[in-house]
């Protein structure tokens, strides 16, 4: 099942709104207002490709996309966002393409793509600043 739900001017997604699309496998948001994505906003089991491209987010919290664990391609383009945090994609190992294009990141932690073992093509591009990259290193002794 594809659910299209672009150019319609939302403002916010109730949690668990996608949770009971058991057949749902594409998501489109494209183009709407929408500036938080919480961690189960989108909580479709087999959903496999989710476009949230320009859109307004101050906040996508870390782990909102937890449970997509069958999802393959996530686009968030052109959408404002600064800021990818700790655990940001965390849960998505099944993740082949995440494109982040045309965004204004400037700060990626260091554990923000932790657990995209699959991934084969990431795009972040044209975000016109300096990104800040935030290592953490553990030393043993």
């Not at 009971?20 to 948001?29: S, T, Y």
């Not at 491209?53 to 664990?69: D, G, K, M, W």
Request: proline share 2%.
């Amino acid at each position: 099942m594809i659910f299209n739900v672009s150019v319609n001017r939302l403002l916010t997604i109730e949690n668990k709104t996608f949770c009971g699309l058991e057949q749902l496998r594409l998501l489109r948001l494209d183009r709407n207002k929408l500036t938080h994505i919480y961690p189960e906003t989108i909580c479709a089991p087999n959903l496999e490709n989710v476009y949230l491209n320009s859109n307004f987010f101050r906040f996508i919290a870390p782990t909102s996309f937890r449970q997509l664990n069958k999802i393959k391609a996530l686009s968030i383009i052109n959408s404002r966002l600064n800021l990818l945090e700790s655990y940001q994609f965390s849960g998505l190992e099944s993740l082949l393409k995440l494109e982040l294009t045309f965004n204004n990141i400037s700060v990626i932690n260091a554990t923000a793509f932790e657990d995209l073992f699959n991934l084969t093509t990431l795009y972040v591009k044209k975000t016109d600043r300096n990104i800040k990259l935030y290592l953490n290193f553990w030393f043993f002794s």
